[in-house]
């Protein structure tokens, strides 16, 4: 079954870490660009940092770049989004995507509806607050 599972979520004070983790089944990262995603209520979901499985070629926002650093493990199928520095601004659902591409930048900076035909995880809640 081809799916993708995040964890990792959690309520962390300002200034705080997570690790999340996306964990993919029935399919390797290799020929594949996957993608963090965060969504606030209201607003459509927005790129945070992507990666290409086969090289590790990765892309940031600019928010937040410095302090959010995107990694994967390809024997192990997973990449995780390591978030340092938490601001509450960072407060959102995150979800993982799978794209067929090879391009970082432009899967990050796609549409919702671009992504509409992606796999994506059913996301995992950080929340950031003192």
């Known amino acids: 079954q081809l799916q993708l599972v995040e964890s990792g979520g959690g309520v962390v004070q300002p200034g705080g870490s997570l690790r999340l983790s996306c964990a993919a089944s029935g399919f390797t990262l290799d020929y594949y660009v996957i993608g963090w995603f965060r969504q606030v209520p209201g607003k459509e979901r927005a790129g945070v940092s992507c990666?290409?499985?086969?090289?590790?070629?990765?892309y940031y926002a600019d928010s937040v770049k410095g302090r959010f650093t995107i990694s994967r493990d390809n024997a192990k199928s997973t990449v995780y989004l390591e978030m340092n520095n938490l601001k509450p601004e960072d407060t959102g659902v995150y979800y993982c995507v799978v794209r067929v591409t090879q391009n970082v930048e432009a899967m990050c900076l796609s549409s919702n509806e671009d992504l509409a035909m992606s796999m994506w995880g059913k996301g995992t809640q950080v929340t950031v607050s003192s």
């Open positions: 990666l290409r499985g086969l090289d590790g070629l990765t």
